[in-house]
Nanobody
Framework: QVQLVESGGGLVQAGGSLRLSCSASGRVFSSSAMAWFRQAPGKDREFVAAISGSGSSTTYADSLKGRFTISRDNAKNTVYLQMNSLKSEDTAVYYC???????????????????WGQGTQVTVSS
């Protein structure tokens, strides 16, 4: 079993930055690929970014490339999401997710991840 706890969400003005953190426990962290998803009100949960167990491979939703950066610190069992140049459409609940393998799936989706955090709210005011 894996427990995931997100933090770092909040209210920020458009153009600002936030860094989300996800602390993991219950499994060898480096053996799990990790990802961030988000869900806006009335919309489906969508993929944001993923990172392999070692941190050597990353992938992003096309619309977010260049603004968001995923990283991990395996010594701290933590994965991060740095979000820059935030827009009002980035407003959502952001979820951390883990899967039971260290590899990133070729077409990441909700079904590929086994464990989920409770989410952290990010609100971008325009």
């Amino acid at each position: 079993q894996v427990q995931l706890v997100e933090s770092g969400g909040g209210l920020v003005q458009a153009g600002g930055s936030l860094r989300l953190s996800c602390s993991a426990s219950g499994r060898v962290f480096s053996s799990s690929a990790m990802a961030w998803f988000r869900q806006a009100p009335g919309k489906d949960r969508e993929f944001v970014a993923a990172i392999s167990g070692s941190g050597s491979s990353t992938t992003y939703a096309d619309s977010l490339k260049g603004r968001f950066t995923i990283s991990r610190d395996n010594a701290k069992n933590t994965v991060y999401l740095q979000m820059n140049s935030l827009k009002s459409e980035d407003t959502a609940v952001y979820y951390c997710a883990a899967r039971t393998t260290r590899w990133i799936p070729s077409n990441p989706g909700v079904k590929d991840y086994n464990y989920w955090g409770q989410g952290t709210q990010v609100t971008v005011s325009s």
